[in-house]
Nanobody, 124 residues
Framework: VQLQASGGGLVQTGGSLRLSCAAS????????MAWFRQAPGKEREFVAR????????YYADSVKGRFTISRDNAKNTMYLQMNSLKFEDTAVYFC??????????????????WGKGTQVTVSS
């Protein structure tokens, strides 16, 4: 199984980025997908999660209204559209896959597979 996150970069405060997570080696439609992030010196934190069919989403309060998670099951790819970026959004962003069908879960401990992460840096 491979989860490849991409799309990170350097952006100014208020800017936008779109992250992608390409999945291979698994039946994508049977996995709930999620984004997490980890800033230097901090624990990994939940960002957003999306159901297998893409119809149900769940967000951390810190990104609600600014970030949008989506997926294209035909392309085995998940996305994170990040708008109105803030300095505190700076982190390495990871995508993860979970066999569980539960969507309203913020824990990282139950995820089955992880990607390597992509760096997002927001300059103030």
């Amino acid at each position: 199984v491979q989860l490849q996150a991409s799309g990170g970069g350097l952006v100014q405060t208020g800017g936008s980025l779109r992250l992608s997570c390409a999945a291979s080696g698994l039946t994508f439609t049977t996995y709930t997908m999620a984004w997490f992030r980890q800033a230097p010196g901090k624990e990994r934190e939940f960002v957003a999660r999306i159901s297998r069919g893409g119809t149900t989403t769940y967000y951390a309060d810190s990104v609600k209204g600014r970030f949008t998670i989506s997926r294209d099951n035909a392309k085995n790819t998940m996305y994170l559209q990040m708008n109105s970026l803030k300095f505190e959004d700076t982190a390495v962003y990871f995508c993860a896959a979970d066999r569980s069908s539960s969507v309203y879960v913020a824990s990282a401990s139950g995820m089955d597979y992880w990607g390597k992460g992509t760096q997002v840096t927001v300059s103030s």
